[in-house]
């Protein structure tokens, strides 16, 4: 049986609501009843179920409706009209008290960014949904210390979030929603506000805690490569109206409309994947201040053939190849100027696969990955490029 | 054209309140007398020197060594100029009106956050006091309490309230979006959303709200001397009065020395409140 049905929701804002739902019955589209009414639609007659322990993932473009929709499931947004059935109970119909205890129990909430408590350690952030329960301060500590241990930040329990990085204070959110021990966890674009080598870190460890957790996990992305990565089923929504329901493989094979087949840009990966999503952490990385010597030791460690170099601020220099350490060595040189190779391969996160290939072709380097400040993000081999336009973890 | 006389249907309405709520301003009356004298008695009976380190010590706990230091000199430059028992007076008044326009304050600023139908009524009400001068205030107070140093009180309430309402509310709107729904989500009350979440991280804003009443607070109380509400004030008034520019000059100085002083505390607490 399904853990969560929604019937025919609506969620309209302005001030003639029900006189929307009925034009949106009628046909009129989005567009036309701002026009009409001034009304925005939020969300328009959405159905849909998720299972018990499902990982749904829902998708669209900006303002398709995703944050109103999942605010409708713990109704920090009241719906329309319409119906939301979690465990037999329709959700719409509880009183001040059951909606309290749905909160309080059931579905716990974790925000784009953060929305942890600014006033509070790491630690009370993560007991506030206990502690507002009434739950004793002994049992609600040892309950958050589990919840922290969890998302891997012991040893933070007394920080405050601003003096943590993104990636961190997400964790700290991840782990103040699992404290209560909801069944449903609601995530809205989570991980849209983390830098792109922590997000996939995130998403792995998402995806290693959902497997020993169970959770029903409601998780919303604008990103396909997040969606196909994580849904066991991905909604792609537009103008408030569910457009298709599918795996991932469905969505990509079988995409119901031209709308999704934009999203999903057919099955050719290598012109959806970007750089971004294949790129790697570099194993080793020296520094501008290095000597050969350094640079030597390091290739030699790792067993690379040449090393990329960046300034203290994580700025790309350029490459350095173990032929020329050696030989600058012997020179006895102390720094790296007369063996830098300033010319190297690179793009920007956003580039598509496919553009990478000719580049990969006639490289000898790894392709650097930068931002428009020239921080360098990442680097790819060819191998993460072939990976990558067949589907394959990377 | 019309000729309107709005003056004087004001000062009806103002006899009427006068004749028909004698009780309420009596009640108001005994409650600020009460907390003046209170607060002055409390202020008297600790020796001065003591008093003197008390609050310098209070300024090195909330600010830092230097405002205790200014603070101690200050209050020794006071006692030496003879003026002790009238910055005494001062304080006693300026202190229990601005307690009581807290109290008032504060609650009025957080109902304001959270009924915008109760915002847009309050304030043209604010700018209404915030920009009447404030002369006008000492008309009515001495109307409903006579001359001395509760209506001195009242009119500072009435002229050093809107700041802390206004800051308050704007504290409370200001808290991020995000941040509100993760209260919510979690399933926290009414009450545990304003006293867990909202009001902690407001309280920065809301101090700086405190600080300006305070120093609105002394300057109202400084004109309220002209009804006879004593301290400081009537020293500068004197001065005035009586061409004496040394007992103008010495009432002025010490108005200043408390200004700062005060100015000082309350922004150190603010600050404190903003480096957890
Ligand atoms: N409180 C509100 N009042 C009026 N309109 C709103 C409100 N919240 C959302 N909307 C409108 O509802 C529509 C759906 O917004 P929603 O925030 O759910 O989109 P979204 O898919 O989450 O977009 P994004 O990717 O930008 O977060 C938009 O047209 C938006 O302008
Ligand atoms: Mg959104």
Known sequence: MSLIEVKNLYK?????PKKVVLLLEKGLSKDEILNKTGNTVGISNASFEVDQGEFFVVMGLSGSGKSTLIRCLNRLVEPTTGEIIIDGDDI???????LKDIRRKKISMVFQHFGLFPHRTVIANVEYGLEIQGVEPQKRTEKAKEAIKLVGLEGYEDSMPNELSGGMQQRVGLARALANDPDILLMDEAFSALDPLIRKEM?????????KMKKTIIFITHDLDEALKLGDRIAVMKDGKVVQIGSAEDILTN???????????????????????????????????????????KMKENEFSSIYVTDKNRKLQGIVRIE????????GEKSLENIIIKDVPKTSPEQQIIDLLPTAKTSDYPIAVIDEQNTLLGIIVRASIILGIIGEEV | MFDLNIGSYFEIFVLWLKDNFDFLFDFIKNVLEGSINGIEYLLNVIPVIILILLFGLLAWKVSSKGVAIFTIIG??????MGLWAETVSTLALVLSASFITLIIGIPLGIIASKSDGFDRILRPILDFMQTMPAFV???????????GKVPGAFATIIFSMPPVVRLTNLAIRQVPKEVVEAGRSFGSTSKQMLFKVQLPIALPTILAGVNQTIMLALSMVVISAMIGSGGLGKIVLRGIQEYKIDLGFEGGLAVVILAMILDRITQGLGDINKDK
């Open chain 1, 12 to 16: 309209i804002f302005g001030n003639k």
């Open chain 1, 92 to 98: 719409l119909k509880a009183d001040k008290d059951k």
């Open chain 1, 203 to 211: 998403q792995d460890e998402l995806l290693e805690l959902q497997s």
């Open chain 1, 255 to 297: 995409p119901a409309n031209d709308y999704v087949k934009e999203f999903v840009q057919d099955v050719d990966r290598s012109r959806v994947v970007t750089a971004e999503a294949i790129m790697r952490k570099p194993d080793a990385l020296i520094s501008s201040k290095d000597g050969p010597r350094v640079a030597a030791r």
């Open chain 1, 324 to 331: 020329d350490a050696s030989k600058a060595i012997e020179r």
């Open chain 2, 75 to 80: 209050l020794l430059l006071i006692d030496s």
């Open chain 2, 137 to 147: 205030y000492l008309i009515p107070a001495v109307l409903f309490f006579s001359l």
